[in-house]
C-alpha cells in the first residue's frame, strides 16, 4: 500500500516528513521531490530497501545509484576521502544540481554503487528534499522515481503513475524546478569528466574548478558508454512509447529551422498512418501550420531552461495524444543544450541529420 502525502505550504509538513523519514529508517521506500526530478529513495546503508529499489523500477543491477545529504558530515560518512576539487564544488554549487564522484567508503553497501569503487554524492536544494534527509539522519540512495526506461518523472503525478502500489510513501510537491536530472562529473579523473550533462552547465563547473572538463561521446547522447566508466548511460533512456525522430541540423538559426520544419513536413507527408506528431518551439511553431501534424510546443529557444523543464513532460504527454510517431528538433550544444541534446539523442530510436 503506497500512501500519498500532497505538500503544499512548507510550514505544515512537520507530520508528513517525520513520518517519511521513519519510513526510510526502517527500511521502506520513500519518492520525493528535488529540485530536478523525483527520487525514490532508501536508506544508504539498508542493503535490501536498496535492492527493492532496483526490484521495483525494473533497473539493471549495474547502474548505480546517487546518495543525497544534506551536510558535509554525511559525505565524510559514504566516501572516504575527499579531494580538493570536490571541496570546491560542494561550496559553490550544493545544494543544487550537480553529482559529485567520490572513492566509496565500505560502508557504502556494494548494491548502492553496482561494485564500483565510487560514489556519487549530491545535496538537493529542493527544501522537502533536504528535510527529509535531515529528518533521517543518514544518507539516502535514489535514482529518478520513474520505471525504468520511462521518463524521469516531474511532477508528483508521474510518480503516482510509475509507481502506486510498489513504494510505502510518495511525497507529491507539485512540480520541480528544473526538470532535468543533475550533471554528473567524474573529478577523480584528470582531465575530470563529464559522465552526465545535467541541470547545471558544464561550462559552470568548468568555471569554478577553473579548469576544463572532458565531454566523451556518450555525454553527448552519441555513443554508448561500457561499464564501468559510465554505467548509465549504456542504456536507452527516457522513451516513450511512440516512435521519437530527433532531426538535427549543424545550425539552429530561423533559416536552418525552417529548412528543418520543411523536412519534417515532406517526411510526414510519406506516412500514412495515424498519429502524426511534431514537437516544436514557440519560433518555428508557424512553419507547420496546415501540415496535419499535431503540434506540440517545448517553449521559446531563447530560453533553454523552459525547454528543459518542458522536455519530460512533453515525452510522456507524446504518448498521451496518441502520437504513433512523434518529430523532434535539435538544439544547439551550449549550456543547457548539452542535457536536452544527450535526453533527446538518448529517447530517440532515430536520428536524421540535415544539411542547411
Ligand atoms: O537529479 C538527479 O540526479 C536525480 C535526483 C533524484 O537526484 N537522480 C537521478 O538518478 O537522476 P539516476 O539513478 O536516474 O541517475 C544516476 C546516474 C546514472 O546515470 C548512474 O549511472 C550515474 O548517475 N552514477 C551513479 N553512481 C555512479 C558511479 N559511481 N560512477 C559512475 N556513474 C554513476
Ligand atoms: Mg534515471
Request: charge should be neutral; glycine fraction near 8%.
Amino acid at each position: 500500500m503506497t500512501i500519498v502525502f500532497r505538500l503544499k505550504g512548507f510550514e505544515q509538513e512537520g507530520f508528513e516528513i517525520q513520518y517519511a523519514a521513519g519510513v526510510l529508517r526502517r527500511g521502506g521506500l520513500v519518492a520525493f521531490p528535488t529540485e530536478t526530478v523525483y527520487g525514490l529513495g532508501a536508506l544508504v546503508w539498508d542493503e535490501r530497501a536498496v535492492a527493492r529499489i532496483f526490484q521495483v523500477k525494473g533497473r539493471p543491477s549495474d547502474n548505480p545509484l546517487i546518495v543525497h545529504v544534506s551536510s558535509v558530515e554525511m559525505v565524510e560518512k559514504v566516501a572516504s576521502r575527499i579531494p580538493e576539487d570536490a571541496y570546491k564544488l560542494m561550496e559553490k554549487a550544493w545544494p543544487g544540481p550537480l553529482t559529485i564522484l567520490l572513492p566509496r567508503s565500505e560502508r557504502v553497501p556494494r548494491t548502492v554503487t553496482a561494485g564500483l569503487d565510487t560514489v556519487a554524492v549530491r545535496m538537493p536544494s529542493h527544501p522537502v528534499a533536504l528535510s527529509l534527509i535531515r529528518e533521517t539522519g543518514e544518507p539516502v540512495a535514489a535514482p529518478s522515481a520513474n520505471l525504468s526506461g520511462r521518463p524521469s518523472p516531474t511532477a508528483g503525478y508521474h510518480v503516482i503513475r510509475d509507481l502506486m502500489g510498489r513504494v510505502e510513501v510518495i511525497l507529491d510537491a507539485g512540480a520541480t524546478l528544473r526538470g532535468v536530472e543533475s550533471t554528473v562529473v567524474n573529478i577523480l579523473a584528470d582531465p575530470p569528466v563529464l559522465l552526465r550533462p545535467g541541470a547545471m552547465p558544464v561550462e559552470d563547473v568548468e568555471r569554478i574548478l577553473g579548469r576544463r572538463i572532458l565531454i566523451p561521446g556518450f555525454a553527448k547522447g552519441l555513443e554508448h558508454a561500457e561499464k564501468p566508466l559510465a554505467p548509465g548511460m549504456k542504456y536507452r533512456h527516457y522513451a516513450p512509447s511512440a516512435k521519437l525522430i530527433l532531426v538535427e541540423a549543424p545550425l539552429y538559426t530561423l533559416e536552418c529551422l525552417k529548412e528543418l520544419a520543411g523536412y519534417i513536413r515532406r517526411q510526414a507527408s510519406l506516412n500514412s498512418d495515424g498519429g502524426l506528431c511534431v514537437v516544436a518551439t514557440d519560433e518555428t511553431l508557424q512553419y507547420y501550420s496546415g501540415s496535419g501534424l499535431k503540434t506540440l510546443s517545448l517553449g521559446s529557444r531563447r530560453d533553454l531552461f523552459e525547454i528543459a523543464r518542458n522536455l519530460f513532460p512533453t515525452l510522456r504527454e507524446i504518448d498521451e495524444e496518441d502520437c504513433g510517431i512523434a518529430y523532434v528538433e535539435g538544439f544547439p550544444e551550449q549550456g543547457l543544450g548539452l542535457t536536452i541534446m544527450n535526453r533527446l539523442r538518448k529517447a530517440a530510436s532515430e536520428k536524421h541529420y540535415l544539411n542547411c
